[in-house]
C-alpha cells in the first residue's frame, strides 16, 4: 500500500501526494515515464526519494484497485513576483485514458496550488497530445502567447 497524503477519492480513483518510495510507486513509474518520454531515464529509488522529499514539489499519484495508473509532478517556488505553480510530467497509462485520470490529477493539483497561495497554474503540453490539449482548455488553462526556449547541456 502506498503511504500517501491528502487522500481525494473520486468514483473507485484516489489522487494522493506521494510521501514515501515503496515498490508500488516505482513499478508505477517504471511503467508510466516511458509512456511520457522515450528518452527518458526511468527513475529510481533515489531520484523517487529525492523528489518525495523536496520541499518544492509534490508528486501526486492516481491509483485505481491499488494500482498506480497516472502521476503528476507540481512544482512550487517562490520568486521575486510570486509564488509559482507549475505542472510537469502529466502521465495517464494508455489502459485507463479517457477515464477522468488526467482531469482528477489536474483538478488536484490545481487545488493545492491555490491552498498553497498560487495565483496562477502554468504547464506546457506538446501540441500533438491532442486529448491533453483539450482537457487543460476545458479546466480553464488558456493558451498564451509566448515563447518557449531550451538550451541542452
Given at each position: 500500500m502506498l503511504c500517501l497524503r491528502g487522500r481525494k477519492l473520486i468514483g473507485v480513483?484516489?489522487?494522493y501526494e506521494?510521501?514515501?518510495?515503496n515498490d508500488q510507486l516505482i513499478e508505477g513509474l517504471i511503467r508510466l515515464v516511458p509512456q511520457l518520454s522515450t528518452s527518458a531515464l526511468l527513475p529510481d529509488r533515489g531520484v523517487l526519494q529525492e523528489i518525495v522529499s523536496s520541499q518544492a514539489c509534490l508528486l501526486l499519484v492516481a491509483v485505481d484497485d491499488n494500482v498506480v495508473v497516472g502521476t503528476l509532478t507540481l512544482a512550487l517556488f517562490r520568486i521575486p513576483t510570486g509564488l509559482r505553480a507549475w505542472i510537469e510530467d502529466v502521465v495517464v497509462d494508455e489502459s485507463v485514458r479517457g477515464r477522468g485520470v488526467g482531469e482528477a490529477l489536474n483538478r488536484e493539483a490545481v487545488?493545492?496550488?491555490r491552498a498553497a497561495g498560487a495565483t496562477t497554474v502554468d504547464l506546457t503540453s506538446?501540441?500533438?497530445r491532442e486529448a491533453a490539449n483539450r482537457l487543460y482548455s476545458r479546466l480553464g488553462f488558456q493558451q498564451r502567447d509566448t515563447n518557449v526556449y531550451r538550451l541542452s547541456l
Open positions: 480513483l484516489e489522487v506521494a510521501t514515501e518510495v487545488d493545492r496550488a506538446r501540441p500533438e
